[in-house]
């Protein structure tokens, strides 16, 4: 079909139109090729308009689908013109507020005039790592593209910003360099990078300063962030002006180069400056203003230092009250000028630089309002008057002479050959000389300044690559252009040509690769009008050449430019009534140029004298400045006086190359400068738009956007696309939409290229039209619109069958329901009955057929899409996997070839180096030995009997040698003949060993397979036996099932209607409680709650800061450590380091607590020397010396410390003593009954409860008296140094412990009558006799024990017994609870072969056995215990009676009787090893605490703890920490504490993104707060635990800081963990939350794709592995770990809490910015994907986590996608539904809400306005539009004390702490 075919009744067009460019139209008349008029009707007013059409290029231009309008790249429209491009613009600005849109490589950016939410840090991490060609259009996209190419391609990178003034290019250079400080930014310590010195020098110009340091995720901290930002209002300062069209607009070019490292870090910047403004010095337009400066130091007049510049108001200085305007809205002139200030100290101005550098600008000032006065009798001459105030003021504030000042001002040199002559000026020539100064004595000043800043920006470290920002000024036309205009049009010249090469390069790289057929496309080129302005005999070329005439003039210059290129050059021409204009054809527009001042400005020279005045200046910086850059060197300045003419010397000086340059050939050389660096680069542009000069918000004029667009290149960029194949689609993309057009004969799924090739050849007739490539279909401009028309039509087509086919169905079931009717009239009743059966018959059979139909359809279905899966799954891993196999085989062959001719290479050459240097020096040494040799042997040769020796018996022994050498021969031949048999025998042997084995194995295995064999027979048989059984036992018990189903069926619907009454009446109830009281609950609630969140977060914030704060200080502790080294290492090398002598007294190294690594070192680190043997061994004795001497200081310390406890002991005061004795006789007395009644109650009892009881009893009554008991010990104890001597005590009758608790002094003194001494031995008699009956009970339990063992033996053999018998035993009832019960066994059990239902009941029955088993074994334990409690309450009572002693006499058997030798010896057998009872604490020393923590915390690995107790190392610190406690050891227990902690910072450290560890670790931090909290005593955790674990609490020490400690360094791993799960996530969340068809077909087909996507820098395959199922395969793995490491559930309820935050920020976020992504179908996507997370949580029981609703701004956004969105119903229904998204969210969807087919409507604007007011009422919490990823909730660890028993944890050998002993 051709286009004009398209123009057919109905069809939209576009028309001209006089203000809008461009109006929509519609055809009223088909049209014809060959007609010669088109009727047509405007939109907007409705008219009527006929146009004349005299061929098809005067056709008006089609209007794309309502479909393809709005899109994100202007190039995926299917008709690339001018009117198209202009609404699409309109559309996007006006509509949906976006400000951003890509035309191919070009991102276009609007002006808003408004503050846009787009550019916070939320916005930077959105774009982060994300293809542009998916995400909406921003900067950020941009920046992210050159950043990533760079990365990738090892490239520079260049963006390219131009724009008219105020179109906000600088505001978009500046967030461009933002992104790059942010992605840039060091990863160690962001405060302190350099990337702020970046992102401060990039707004520079046009920036506020005080707006730019608001933003607080950039503003520096530091002393050098600070500084680097300074340069910023400096450079505002001087290079930014009010004109009429920007209050702040920058008067120059820039290009910013951000320099980066190998690691892609930002390293320094430096900046380039074009084309300053220097005329608007001296001259500003009406409403303009000069430089910033100026006005704010007249502001800053009445300032101290500023008294001397006699400074006023800036209307009273001629160069800043020419625009008559100097006041700007909302600045502050004074404010500024301390801005600018503070910010030139911080760049290390200093205070007098700084007051030289406002003294010069005070000159400029004051030399403006110098007047020159004519004088009166000779025109020719001017004067200064000598009393003019501001003349003395340029004198001293410049430092120049005054009366020299004032005469060169008015007269000037004229050097001849021979002479220099001295010419007064005409007034208006030294007016003219006078602007010239201050000219060019700002622009040097503002040089200056410009390199200073680069000193401080210049990059220390070597620069791997870099990133230049081009800000620039676009096309300018104004009503008169000068030299200004003419250079920053001829710079747009070159910038267009580059930018049009590069885009048709682009074109044309795509059309390669893609294989494809084309053709040169023809595009404007611009180098003729290059080459008329820089080519030889141009514009500049003569314009230097006039420059050069002593008289030329703009006249002269431009009558050559009409000679030479006037009628000759066709973008040259001259106006009609001009003669000092010209006119060039630029490819934006034709511009005229007025010539007046073109040599002036090119010259740019100042006064040779005013240039020597200056040099000679008493201030440095004046000085500096002029010779810096000056004018054309002269002589020095002459002195006072009249002086007409001066001879001077033959040779003159000429001046040098550089001086001679004007400014357009400078401008020319650097313009060529930045053409080679952008040309060395990948460049990225951005064309910035005025929407409206007014400056008005939202305001969109199209006359003046077009012609913008046009001056900017995005037309040619169109222009260039639509030559092409604009439109382009890949394969899958076009089945997916087109499908609707395809025949089913035509699809081959397999092959889609020929399917899709097949059909667009027969739809589209003209080849020429498309374009087949390898992976893409390419259309001419205008196929997609036809394509979609076709596709439409067969919808509608389709639409209509269907219509046709249901309402003819519907009318013919009435018409035979009518009929049928009738028919039931006449006939008789006999008749229904036949036809209800026939019409049941009927039913029935079609059912049938088509379930048959359907059943067999779907099955078909199902298999080929599995199959076609499968088979490209393993074409595509096979091929995989091949590639990759043979990748490898060839780098591993070519890599050992090279290998193998290189060492041959250097081993040949070696050893041919090697080989040439022995023979020659065996050589020289044959050679002095030969001559040596010969000298003696020409002496010897002169003697006959030497002769006669030589030759005396040589013959004999030539023959004896020559036979025995025979012989030698012989017999190492048969030597090696007998070697080579015995090697033959041994493997002969070898050999045979191995057959004989295997044979071995061979026959065992036989016969094990020949008993198996039997045993499956019999097996089987029995089988079917039982098989038979319980299949009829199976059929009972169904029918009985099936009448039970029935009766619970009738029973729960009678209980359902019950339920639901009560129901009601609950709900009702509820309500209005409710009503009257929940909704002030409410509110406190949310109070509470919002108060304890901020101060978790702000207590949280201030643990990052301080875990930040500590890694800084680490980083720099490890930077000076490295500092110290490199001193050392500089330093005298016999100086052996510190850190060799630096070992523990164990093998293992020492481990530094504050080091940052936290392991140890074995032998010697990186720097140090090899020791040699003897230093070592002296090293190892110095070592072993000095641990000896601590070992004996230690010990003697320990001597001195009891000594002292021993003399405080004795100050003990015996003054009470015989009150205190007479009160233990006393309660020897009541012990005496007691005991009697014990005894007596063992005599008649023969059980334990009664024991116990009796026990129980007394128990209680001692420990009444215990503290009196054992203060009375004391005092006895410590009277021995007060009791005299005696020996009148039978001491072998006591035991050692007797002997230390009561010497026989005192005891002597004690017993005076004897009867105390006959107590002692009744006690002694007493406690062998309880400890015989514990022994009795003992065996006593020990019998029951193995009769209880022997009756579990019984009970297992009746296991057997009836498992042999369930097949034939098995009732129903115990079939019912198998079913029932059993894992993984349902209902259907019944149906199951006879060996599974066996096998089923076989695992229940040993369930039930094992169970029992359990219980039985339970009570054994429970019997054990008791008989260890009854042991220690016996012990305790006996030390408490033989402390207390007395008469027992009473107690033994027989009064008389003695203790016999044999009941002494036996009585210590009670204090066995297997009788101690543990306490639940754990003993080490000193020394071995370094080593328990490098066992338990550094060493310990997560996966080797996996079989251990959860939280076992928590466990054992803890238990540690109690002896320490138990013991009184301060000192142990914070070193302890310290290490743990410090210890599990360092694992942290190392191993800060292995998730299982931070995760075993964050357990285990949280458990060992749990023990720490569980064991301190207070009432609000003793409360939970038993009478044993309070038992076990915490003595001397309060430890509630270091729970702090404990519960912030939790924190911080918790933080360190989520941010490992958000950055395994963070790739996920998008491809499987959004990109994935979890539900396929629902989307309807992809939309066409721009330019954009052809040219992203990250492969979509990446992105594709991804699925839903990913994210719950990891969530998994997450919730598994945690788990299985024993973390509380709590933390993991708020650990998927706040990753399921992640997951939807991530995903809102993305649909924020994806347009695509916002339709119905894909709103169905997402809510399947959130519900399938919700079914996730109650799958892992977190559903009461909170991790569901913190997904609830997704479910709304994916509602928001689904419902209707016409009425006001609707949107009330929106406002009440969406509580969870802003308002900026809403109105974001709704405005990015795009149809994916043209039968789905788009949201109205007036639709959009409606939801708008009613959002004004709503207070939303989130001002911003994208959810904080980096948001947090406040984390707690709710106390979750253990029931575990200290005492019970056993300790693994695996975690190697042997060293530790059980107390």
Request: with cysteine.
């Amino acid at each position: 079909m051709t286009t004009a075919e398209l123009y057919t009744k109905g069809a939209q067009v576009w028309v001209p139109h006089p203000e809008l460019v461009w109006q929509g139209a519609e055809l009223t008349k088909d049209y014809k090729p060959g007609d010669k008029e088109m009727h047509l009707e405007t939109e907007e007013e409705k008219e009527t308009i006929v146009k004349k059409v005299k061929s098809d290029e005067d056709l008006p231009p089609l209007r794309n689908p309502d479909i393809l309008v709005g899109q994100n790249d202007l190039t995926s429209l299917s008709y690339l013109h001018e009117p198209a491009v202009l609404y699409n613009l309109q559309v996007r600005f006006l509509q949906n507020n976006a400000i951003y849109t890509y035309c191919g490589i070009v991102l276009v950016a609007i002006n808003p005039y408004e503050q846009l939410p787009l550019y916070g840090n939320e916005m930077v991490m959105a774009y982060t790592g994300q293809d542009m060609g998916q995400m909406d259009p921003h900067i950020y996209a941009v920046a992210e593209e050159a950043f990533r190419q760079m990365q990738r391609d090892e490239k520079n990178q260049s963006i390219i910003v131009s724009g008219e003034s105020g179109a906000g290019k600088t505001v978009s250079a500046k967030y461009a360099m933002r992104y790059f400080a942010t992605v840039g930014g060091s990863s160690d310590d962001m405060e302190a990078s350099i990337e702020q010195r970046v992102l401060a020098s990039n707004p520079i110009m046009e920036t506020n300063w005080s707006q730019f340091l608001s933003v607080g995720e950039y503003s520096a901290e530091s002393a050098i962030e600070r500084k680097v930002l300074a340069s910023n209002p400096v450079m505002e300062a001087i290079g930014n002006a009010k004109t009429i069209r920007n209050d702040n607009s920058s008067r120059f070019g820039k290009y910013i180069q951000i320099g980066f490292n190998k690691n892609y870090t930002i390293i320094g910047a430096s900046m380039r400056t074009y084309l300053l403004e220097k005329s608007r010095i001296t001259f500003q337009a009406e409403n303009e203003r000069t430089y910033h400066i100026f006005y704010q130091l007249c502001a800053a007049a009445d300032l101290p230092e500023f008294e001397d510049f006699c400074l006023s108001d800036p209307m009273n200085f001629n160069y800043t009250n020419q625009g008559g305007d100097p006041v700007i809205k909302d600045l502050d002139d004074l404010e500024e000028f301390h801005n600018t200030k503070q910010a030139m100290t911080l760049l290390g101005f200093s205070d007098k630089i700084q007051q030289e550098i406002f003294r010069i600008l005070a000159a400029l000032l004051h030399l403006g309002n110098i007047e020159v006065d004519e004088n009166f009798k000779d025109s020719e001459k001017c004067f200064i008057d000598p009393e003019n105030p501001h003349l003395y003021a340029v004198a001293e504030l410049l430092g120049v002479d005054m009366n020299q000042f004032r005469k060169w001002m008015c007269n000037r040199k004229i050097t001849a050959v021979h002479q220099v002559i001295e010419k007064p000026l005409r007034s208006s020539e030294a007016m003219h000389g006078r602007d010239a100064l201050a000219k060019f004595l700002y622009g040097q000043l503002f040089d200056w300044i410009v390199s200073k800043i680069n000193n401080v920006l210049t990059p220390q470290s070597k620069e791997n690559s870099f990133i230049g920002v081009l800000d620039i000024y676009g096309f300018e036309v104004f009503e008169l252009n000068s030299f200004e205009q003419f250079c920053i049009n001829y710079a747009n010249e070159k910038l267009q040509q580059q930018f049009t090469q590069h885009v048709f390069k682009l074109e044309q790289e795509e059309y390669v690769r893609e294989e494809i057929t084309w053709s040169f496309i023809d595009y404007y080129d611009n180098q003729p009008c290059i080459d008329l302005i820089e080519a030889k005999l141009g514009l500049l070329d003569l314009l230097d050449e006039e420059c050069k005439l002593p008289k030329g003039s703009d006249q002269n210059w431009c009558q050559k430019l009409y000679d030479k290129h006037l009628k000759k050059a066709k973008h040259f021409d001259k106006p009609r009534m001009s003669n000092k204009a010209f006119i060039i054809f630029h490819f934006a527009d034709k511009v005229e140029y007025q010539a007046e001042g073109f040599l002036e400005k090119n010259r740019d020279l100042v006064n040779e004298e005013h240039i020597n005045i200056l040099r000679a200046s008493e201030f440095q910086l004046v000085a500096d400045l002029v010779s810096a850059k000056g004018g054309v060197p002269g002589p020095p300045p002459a002195k006072k006086g009249k002086i007409t003419m001066k001879h001077l010397p033959q040779k003159h000086k000429q001046p040098s190359k550089e001086m001679r340059k004007t400014v357009g050939l400078q401008f020319k050389e650097s313009l060529c400068l930045l053409m080679e660096t952008l040309n060395s680069t990948t460049p990225h542009y951005v064309r910035c738009i005025k929407p409206n000069d007014e400056k008005q918000a939202f305001t969109f004029e199209p006359k003046r956007a077009m012609q913008q667009l046009r001056a900017c290149g995005v037309l040619e960029t169109i222009r260039i696309s639509s030559a092409g194949y604009p439109s382009r689609w890949t394969y899958p993309e076009f089945f997916q939409r087109y499908r609707v057009l395809m025949v089913s004969t035509e699809i081959k799924r397999e092959d889609m290229k020929n399917t899709c090739a097949t059909v667009v050849s027969r739809l589209i007739k003209d080849p020429d039209k498309f374009q087949f490539g390898k992976t893409k279909i390419f259309f001419r401009a205008g196929q997609v619109a036809y394509m979609e028309k076709l596709r439409s039509d067969k919808l509608r087509a389709c639409s209509i069958m269907i219509q046709k086919h249901i309402r003819g169905w519907l009318m013919k079931r009435r018409y035979q329901k009518l009929k049928q009717l009738a028919l039931w009239l006449q006939q008789r009743t006999r008749g229904i009955l036949a036809r209800r059966y026939l019409k049941w018959m009927r039913q029935t059979k079609a059912a049938t057929t088509i379930q048959k139909r359907f059943r067999g359809y779907l099955a078909r279905s199902r298999y080929q899409k599995m199959r076609w899966t499968i088979l490209r799954i393993q074409a595509w891993t096979r091929g995989k996997f091949a590639r990759i196999r043979f990748l490898q085989l060839r780098f591993e062959v070519k890599a050992r070839l090279i290998q193998r001719a290189w060492r041959g290479y250097v081993a040949r050459k070696r050893y041919w180096h090697e080989m040439q240097s022995i023979i020659l020096i065996q050589s020289c040494w044959r050679r002095w030995l030969a001559k040596k040799e010969l000298k003696k042997l020409k002496i010897q040769a002169k003697s006959v009997d030497h002769y006669k020796k030589l030759n005396k018996g040589m013959e004999n022994k030539i023959i004896d040698l020559q036979r025995k050498l025979n012989e030698q021969n012989k017999e190492s031949k048969e030597l090696h003949k007998k070697v080579e048999v015995i090697q033959d025998l041994q493997t002969q042997v070898t050999e045979l060993k191995k057959t004989e084995e295997v044979a071995k194995v061979s026959t065992n295995k036989v016969h094990e397979l020949e008993d198996e064999i039997t045993k499956l027979k019999a097996e089987l048989d029995l089988t079917k036996k039982e098989k038979q059984m319980l299949e009829e036992e199976g059929e009972i018990f169904k029918e009985e099932q099936e009448m039970l189903n029935t009766a619970l069926k009738a029973e729960i619907d009678r209980l359902a209607t019950e339920n639901k009454e009560l129901m009601e009446k609950v709900t009702l109830q509820e309500e209005e409680f409710q009503a009257a009281h929940v909704p002030e609950l409410e509110l406190e609630k949310q109070e509470l709650e919002g108060e304890l969140a901020q101060e978790r977060s702000q207590h949280q914030q201030l643990i990052k800061d301080y875990a930040r704060m500590e890694q800084r200080y680490e980083n720099m502790r490890d930077e000076m450590t490295l500092l110290q080294q490199g001193k050392l290492a500089d330093g005298d090398s016999a100086v052996p380091s510190p850190r060799m002598h630096r070992r523990a007294g164990s093998d293992v190294s020492s481990v530094d607590l504050n080091s940052e690594s936290g392991y140890g070192t074995i032998g010697k680190g990186e720097g140090e020397e090899q020791d040699t043997e003897e230093e070592k061994e002296k090293k190892r004795l110095h070592l072993l010396n000095l641990q000896n001497h601590v070992t004996k200081l230690e010990q003697e310390n320990k001597d001195l410390q009891e000594a002292l406890d021993v003399a405080k002991m004795k100050r003990f005061d015996i003054a009470n003593l015989p009150e205190e004795m007479s009160d233990l006789v006393e309660e020897n007395k009541k012990l005496k009954n007691d005991i009697t009644n014990l005894r007596q109650a063992v005599a008649d009892s023969n059980t334990e409860e009664e024991l116990v009881k009796q026990l129980d009893v007394l128990t209680e009554e001692l420990m009444v008296r215990r503290e009196e008991v054992l203060t009375l010990k004391t005092s006895m104890v410590d009277q021995e140094g007060h009791i005299e001597n005696s020996d009148q005590w039978d001491k072998e009758t006591m035991t050692d412990l007797d002997l230390y608790l009561y010497p026989p002094e005192y005891l002597e003194s004690l017993n005076e009558d004897g009867e105390l001494m006959q107590a002692y031995l009744t006690q002694k008699e007493t406690n062998r006799l309880l400890e015989a009956q514990m022994q009795a009970s003992k065996k006593n339990a020990e019998f029951q024990e193995q009769e209880l063992r022997n009756e579990i033996a019984a009970l297992k053999e009746e296991n057997i017994r009836q498992q042999k018998l369930l097949g034939q035993q098995t009732d129903r009832r115990d079939s019912a609870w198998s079913v029932h019960y059993v894992p993984d066994v349902d209902q259907s059990n019944l149906q199951l072969t006879p060996e599974a239902r066996i096998e089923a009941n076989l695992q229940h029955e040993i369930t039930r056995l094992t169970a029992d088993n359990l219980d039985l074994r339970e009570e054994v334990e429970n019997h054990e215990k008791q008989q260890r409690r009854l042991k220690k309450q016996i012990k305790i009572l006996m030390k408490r009676q033989n402390m207390q002693g007395g008469d027992q006499s009473a107690l033994t058997p027989d009064a008389g009787s003695e203790p016999s030798p044999k009941d002494d010896e036996g009585g210590p057998h009670v204090k066995t090893k297997d009788d101690r009872v543990f306490m639940g604490m754990l003993e080490y020393r000193k020394e071995d605490e370094q080593k328990l923590i490098k066992n338990l915390i550094i060493d310990l690995k997560p996966k080797s703890a996996v079989n251990m107790l959860p939280g076992l190392p928590a466990y054992i610190l803890f238990m540690c920490i109690r002896h320490a406690d138990y013991i009184g050891d301060d000192n142990k227990v914070k070193s302890l504490l310290t290490g743990t902690i410090n210890g599990i910072k360092r694992v942290l450290k190392k191993r800060n993104e292995d998730f299982e560890t931070v995760s075993f670790w964050l357990a285990n931090t949280c458990r060992l707060l749990h023990n720490l909290k569980q064991y301190s005593g207070e009432e609000s955790f003793a409360n939970q635990n038993n009478k044993q674990q309070n038992e076990h609490c915490l003595r001397n020490f309060d430890l509630t800081e270091y729970r702090q400690v404990l519960s912030d360094l939790a924190v911080h791993i918790y933080q360190m963990m989520i941010k490992i799960m958000e950055s395994k996530l963070q790739p996920m969340i998008v491809p499987g939350m959004l990109e994935h068809e979890a539900i396929p077909g629902v989307s309807g087909g992809a939309r066409p794709s721009g330019m954009r996507q052809r040219t992203q820098s990250i492969s979509d395959e990446m992105g594709g592995r991804y699925t839903l199922n990913s994210i719950l395969k990891q969530l998994s793995v997450f919730h598994s770990i945690m788990t299985t490491h024993g973390m509380d559930p709590e933390l993991v309820k708020q650990t998927f809490r706040q990753t399921f935050y992640i997951i939807g920020a991530g995903t809102l976020n993305n649909l924020l910015l994806r347009k695509e992504m916002c339709h119905w179908s894909k709103g169905m996507q997402i809510r399947y994907n959130v519900s399938q997370l919700e079914e996730w949580c109650r799958d892992h029981h977190l559903s009461d986590s909170g991790a569901i609703q913190s997904l609830e701004p997704v479910i709304q956004a994916a509602q928001l996608l689904q419902v209707n969105k016409k009425t006001e119903e609707d949107a009330k229904a929106i406002c009440d539904t969406c509580k969870k998204l802003s308002s900026q969210q809403i109105i974001k969807i709704l405005n990015l809400y795009t149809p994916v087919n043209e039968f789905e409507e788009r949201v109205s604007i007036s639709f959009i306005r409606i939801i708008q007011a009613r959002l004004k009422e709503r207070k939303d919490i989130q001002s911003t539009l994208l959810l904080d990823t980096k948001f947090s909730y406040p984390v707690t660890f709710p106390f979750n004390p253990s029931s575990l028993q200290l005492d019970s944890i056993q300790l693994p050998e695996a975690l190697n702490v042997t060293f530790l002993r059980k107390v």
